[in-house]
C-alpha cells in the first residue's frame, strides 16, 4: 500500500476517534441533562408533591373573610340604639389608579359625570387616603341606588380601580340622642392597626377584613363583644383571579347585643330639657350601681363618622365653643359648689370634728388672715346648726368647718365617697378630678412655692370651691353612697349581653365596693336635712306639690373667679363666664331608687336651672309622667319651678329618631348583589341584613 494511502488511513482513524469521542461526550451530556430532569421530576412529584400540590391548590382557591354583623346596642326596655343594614358603596383602590393624585382627580371628575359626587364626598375621600394606605379601597360614594349602580356598571370599563361593593354600614336611629353614651364606629387607621398587632394572635385572626371599629362610647369599649366572629369562604379563581364558584363557606357569627342599663327615653327627655344649653346629669340607682340615665349636652350625630366624617361638619364639631365631642358627664371636671357641703357634713361626723347640735354663728362672712369669704347676699343667717346650715346653705359653717378640719383630714374622709378619682364605670377616658391634698399639690407643681399647702387655700375648699374638681358621674355616685348609707357599687351602664345565635342572656352582677362605716344615725341626720332643702329651703319652689319624698342640695359654682371686694354680677359677665348652677339629689329619700347629680353650665343659682331638671326625672322614674310642652320650654329657659301644664304619660311621647334612609330600602338583596359584576361570592354572602 503506498505510504499516502497509508497516511490518509490514520488521518481517518483519528477523525474517527475525535467523532467517537465527540458522541460520546454528547451522550454522557444528553444523559446527564436528562438525569438532572428526572431527579428535578423525582424531586417535585414525589419529594415536595404534598407541599406543591397545597401551593397550586391555594393559587386555584382564595380563601376570603366574612365580617360578622356588628352586635346591637339597646337600652333595657329594648329599644334599639345602634344597629345594621347593607348598601352599595362606589370604591377607589388609588394604587390601581394611573397618574397618582392628579389621575385620581381626573378620575373622579369623570366618575362624577356617571355617579353624582359632591364636594363633601371628595373632601371625605382626600382625608381617608391621608388615613390609609393607597392600596385599600376606599369608598368615594356610599348608598348608592339601583339606578346609579346600573349606570356605573355599565360603563365600568372606563374605570380601572374603581367598583361596586355591598358595604355593612352602622345605623344610629336615634341621631343625637345618647351620642356620648353610645359612641361610633369609623374606619381603622393606622395606630388602630399597630395596637391590633399587639393583640393575641386569634383575636388579630378574627379582624382579618374588618374595616371598622369602635371609636368611642360603648361602641369602642365593648368593641369585642360587639364584632362577632369572622367566617370565611373557600373560592375557586380563575387565572387573572376572578371568582368562578363558591366552594366551601363558613358562616359568621354575629357580635352580641348589649342591653343597657339606661332608659332612653328618660335619656331624651333630659337631653330635650337641657334645650341649647351646655351641662351633663348622671342617675343612678343605688341599689346596684346601674346607670338610668347618662346626659352630656350638647350632643352630636353618630352617624355623620360610620363612612368618614366631612370637613365641614368635622371643623364644625371640632371648633365650636359649646365642645359638643366633650363628654361632660365623663370627663368634664367642675367645683361642686354647695352640692359638696352635704358631705362635709358627714365628714365632721365621722371624723369628731362636730355634732349635729353644735351651732355656728353666720355673720354673713368669715375673714382669715386678712382676706374675707363671704357669704351669697352677704347677709348671715344668724345661729346655724348642721342641719339648718344645709337647708338654707350656710357659707361661714362650712368655712369654719373646713378650717378646723384642715385639708388634709377632709381628703381623708371625702376620698372614701371616690371624689377625685376614677369610678371605673365601662367606658373610656373617664377623668379622675380632683380632691385636694397637700400631697397632691406637691406633686402636681414643680416650683417650692407652688408646691407649699397654705391655710387660706384650704377655706374655700369648704364649699366646694378652690381646687375641687369633680365629674357629674363622681358627685352622682358619691351622692348614691351617701343616701344609700355607705353601701357602694361601681357604676356600670351595661346590664346585660345577649347571645344572639343562641339566645342566652348573660347578666353583668352589679360590682359591690366595700361599704363605707356609715353609722346609720349620722345618715338620718343627712337625710333629713336633704329632704328639708326640698320643703323649707333653696328647693321648695321646684319640688311643690311633689308626691313623693326626695331630697336634694343645690349648689352655684363659680367659672371665673371675683376680686376681693367685689359682687358677682351676671349681667356684665360673658356667659360663658357666669355661675354654673348644679343639683344632687336621691328618691324616694327613705329608701332611694334614684340619686343623681346635674350641672347647668353658667346658667346661675341651682335652684334655677339644674334643680327642675331633677324635679322632671323623679317624675318620670317615679310617676311614670312626661312634662308638657310649656314645662319643656320653661325649664329650658330657667324658668320653671313646679311643673306646669299637664303632664303627659312618658310611654305616649314618641322617641325623637335621625333622618336616615330606611335600611330596607338602601339594603340590596342577593339577586341585587349577585348582579354586581365583579362582586365575589364573599361579597355576596357578607352582605349584612337588619336584625
Do not use: C
Not at 257 to 274: G, M, P, Y
Request: no cysteine.
Amino acid at each position: 500500500m503506498p505510504l499516502r494511502a497509508i497516511a490518509e488511513l490514520k488521518d481517518l482513524e483519528r477523525e474517527l476517534d475525535r467523532f467517537r469521542l465527540r458522541v460520546l461526550a454528547a451522550a454522557v451530556f444528553v444523559l446527564l441533562a436528562f438525569g438532572l430532569l428526572l431527579a428535578r421530576l423525582v424531586w417535585l412529584q414525589v419529594v415536595r408533591h404534598e407541599e406543591l400540590a397545597t401551593q397550586a391548590e391555594a393559587n386555584r382557591i382564595a380563601v376570603l373573610p366574612i365580617v360578622p354583623n356588628r352586635g346591637l346596642i339597646v337600652d333595657r326596655n329594648g329599644v334599639v340604639l345602634a344597629t345594621n343594614y347593607s348598601a352599595y358603596t362606589l370604591e377607589i383602590t388609588p394604587s390601581r389608579v394611573d397618574g397618582g393624585a392628579e389621575g385620581l382627580d381626573r378620575l373622579i371628575d369623570e366618575l362624577s359625570a356617571v355617579v353624582p359626587i359632591e364636594t363633601r364626598d371628595r373632601r371625605r375621600f382626600k382625608r381617608l387616603l391621608e388615613e390609609t394606605r393607597r392600596f385599600e379601597s376606599l369608598p368615594i360614594r356610599t348608598r348608592l341606588d339601583d339606578e346609579e349602580v346600573a349606570r356605573f356598571m355599565a360603563q365600568r370599563f372606563r374605570f380601572p380601580g374603581v367598583d361596586v361593593r355591598a358595604r355593612l354600614f352602622r345605623q344610629y336611629p336615634l341621631g343625637e340622642t345618647g351620642s356620648h353614651l353610645v359612641g361610633y364606629i369609623g374606619r381603622i387607621n393606622q395606630a388602630e392597626k399597630a395596637a391590633i398587632e399587639e393583640w393575641p394572635d386569634e383575636v388579630q385572626a378574627n379582624y382579618r377584613g374588618t374595616e371598622h371599629i369602635g371609636k368611642l362610647g360603648l361602641e369602642q369599649k365593648y368593641e369585642r363583644e360587639l364584632h362577632g366572629i369572622t367566617g370565611f369562604e373557600e373560592v375557586e379563581t380563575s387565572a387573572g383571579g376572578r371568582a368562578v364558584r363558591r366552594l366551601a363557606s363558613h358562616p359568621p357569627t354575629p357580635g352580641d347585643t348589649l342591653v343597657l342599663s339606661v332608659d332612653i327615653r328618660l335619656q331624651a327627655l333630659v337631653e330635650q330639657l337641657f334645650g341649647e344649653r351646655r351641662g351633663a346629669l348622671v342617675a343612678i340607682d343605688p341599689r346596684n350601681g346601674e346607670v338610668l340615665a347618662f346626659v352630656s349636652k350638647p350632643t352630636f350625630d353618630p352617624n355623620l363618622f360610620v363612612d368618614g366624617i366631612d370637613w365641614d361638619s368635622w371643623k364644625e364639631l371640632n371648633e365650636s365653643i359649646d365642645k359638643p365631642l366633650l363628654n361632660r358627664a365623663l370627663r368634664g371636671t367642675y367645683p361642686p359648689g354647695s352640692t359638696f357641703k352635704p358631705f362635709m357634713a358627714m365628714a365632721a361626723l365621722t371624723s369628731g370634728k362636730r355634732s349635729a347640735a353644735e351651732v355656728i354663728q353666720d355673720g354673713g362672712s368669715f375673714t382669715f388672715g386678712g382676706h374675707v369669704f363671704r357669704s351669697h347676699g352677704d347677709h348671715g343667717l344668724g345661729a346655724v346648726d348642721m342641719h339648718r346650715s344645709i337647708v338654707k346653705s350656710s357659707n361661714v359653717y362650712y368655712y369654719t368647718l373646713a378650717n378646723e378640719m384642715g385639708v388634709d383630714l377632709m381628703h381623708r374622709h371625702l376620698s372614701p365617697f371616690g371624689f377625685g378619682q376614677r369610678t371605673g364605670i365601662d367606658l373610656e377616658g373617664e377623668a379622675a378630678g380632683v380632691l385636694p391634698s397637700t400631697e397632691w399639690k406637691r406633686r402636681a407643681y414643680k416650683r417650692p412655692e407652688q408646691q407649699r399647702w397654705y391655710a387660706g387655700e384650704t377655706i374655700s375648699l369648704g364649699i366646694g370651691q378652690g381646687y375641687n374638681h369633680f365629674t357629674m358621674l363622681q358627685l352622682a355616685s358619691a351622692t348614691a353612697t351617701l343616701v344609700a348609707g355607705g353601701e357602694r357599687f361601681r357604676p356600670r351602664l351595661v346590664r346585660e349581653v345577649e347571645d344572639v345565635v343562641s339566645g342566652e342572656r348573660r347578666p353583668l352582677p352589679a360590682d359591690a365596693l366595700e361599704p363605707l362605716p356609715l353609722q346609720p344615725a349620722h345618715v338620718e341626720v343627712i337625710r333629713r336635712a336633704l329632704h328639708a332643702v326640698t320643703t323649707e329651703g333653696t328647693g321648695t319652689r321646684v319640688f311643690a306639690g311633689a308626691p313623693y319624698r326626695s331630697g336634694g342640695k343645690t349648689g352655684t359654682a363659680q367659672a371665673v373667679g371675683i376680686r376681693q371686694g367685689a359682687k358677682y354680677d351676671a349681667a356684665r359677665l360673658a356667659e360663658h363666664q357666669r355661675d354654673h348652677s348644679l343639683y344632687m339629689a336621691a328618691a324616694p329619700i327613705d329608701a332611694p331608687t334614684v340619686a343623681l347629680a346635674v350641672i347647668v353650665e353658667n346658667a346661675g343659682f341651682g335652684a334655677q336651672a339644674a334643680a327642675p331638671i331633677a324635679r322632671r326625672v323623679f317624675d318620670y322614674l317615679l310617676l311614670g309622667e312626661y312634662p308638657s310642652e310649656e314645662d319643656i320650654a320653661a325649664t329650658q329657659l330657667g324658668q320653671s319651678s313646679a311643673p306646669i301644664g299637664t303632664p303627659r304619660r312618658a310611654a305616649d311621647v314618641p322617641l325623637p329618631g335621625a333622618e336616615l334612609p330606611s335600611p330596607a330600602a338602601a339594603a340590596p338583596g342577593p339577586a341585587a348583589a349577585q348582579r354586581v359584576a365583579g362582586a365575589t361570592p364573599a361579597a355576596a354572602a357578607g352582605e349584612a341584613v337588619p336584625r
